[in-house]
């Protein structure tokens, strides 16, 4: 089974590090003074905010999880990984028992429910990232579809806006002097639009990625659970407090970057009796 990973999608700066690929969609508008144009614009701002809050769920959550687990010490780093930690910190944390209720396996929506404590504070923000993230893949291909139709409908309108703005505004009866910046706004305007479009379209794949991340995440979830109790007896044993230590130390080898290989534990086997 292969389990998608998840990168940030960045370059490389002149140190060799990652850097962030801004995938922000912009949605903010101006007031051009043309009030049929601003129909327009609002619109399409309103609508890509909706489209900036479901980005937000998807990816800033996904990687605010990885932050959570330093991750980036990590070879291929997965929402499993994320799902896995957040259980076994859990349990560890909880005497070390891992219950079998801990979550749900569905082979439908919603697919996965968790049930941790949400009071713990060891295990509080990550369990927030994933709660979210969880959320929102759910309906977010079906939203964004909806959302591009929309927006693609407005931005075809926009396109036309500059060309035409300063006929536009002088029947407005827009102030000369304040006719530069509504022909300024204007293009900003249907720039900023078009520039959400595009953002969108790319939003669109991504949600369709994590979609199918989270049903084979279940997948390995089934397949894995079994290894679960061991490694929550494990965490409490060793006082493995914070999801980050669980995956430094419980996490196999080979799982890290080779820089990081001296510093990560291999993930010990059961007992025998």
Not at 21 to 33: A, G
Not at 135 to 162: C, R, S, W, Y
Not at 258 to 270: G, L, V
Request: aromatic content about 4%; proline content about 5%.
């Amino acid at each position: 089974l292969q389990i998608i990973t998840m990168g940030c999608g960045g370059s490389k700066n002149k140190d060799g590090k990652d850097q962030k690929k801004d995938d922000t969609i912009p949605y903010e508008m101006k007031d051009c003074l043309i009030p049929e144009y601003m129909e327009v614009f609002n619109k399409g701002g309103e609508l890509l905010k909706n489209a900036e809050d479901i980005r937000a769920g998807l990816i800033d959550t996904r990687d605010k999880a990885f932050e959570i687990l330093e991750a980036d010490r990590l070879i291929a780093p997965s929402v499993y990984d994320a799902i896995k930690a957040l259980l076994v910190t859990a349990s560890g944390n909880n005497g070390g028992k891992f219950p079998a209720d801990a979550f749900e396996l569905k082979e439908e929506t919603p697919y996965i429910v968790l049930n941790i404590d949400e009071k713990a504070e060891e295990t509080h923000d990550l369990n927030e990232q994933i709660k979210t993230w969880l959320q929102t893949v759910l309906d977010a291909p079906k939203k964004i579809e909806e959302m591009l139709g929309q927006a693609n409908e407005l931005q075809q309108k926009a396109q036309e806006f500059p060309g035409q703005a300063k006929d536009a505004a002088q029947n407005a009866n827009i102030p000369m002097m304040k006719i530069p910046s509504a022909l300024k706004n204007t293009a900003q305007n249907a720039q900023t639009l078009g520039k959400g479009v595009s953002k969108l379209t790319v939003l669109k794949d991504a949600a369709k990625s994590a979609l199918d991340n989270l049903k084979a995440t279940v997948q390995q979830l089934k397949t894995e659970k079994g290894s679960f109790p061991d490694l929550a007896k494990q965490a409490h044993e060793k006082k493995l407090k914070l999801p980050k230590d669980v995956v430094g130390e419980l996490w196999s080898k080979d799982k890290f970057k080779p820089k990081e290989e001296a510093q990560a534990k291999p993930q010990q086997k059961p007992a025998t009796k």
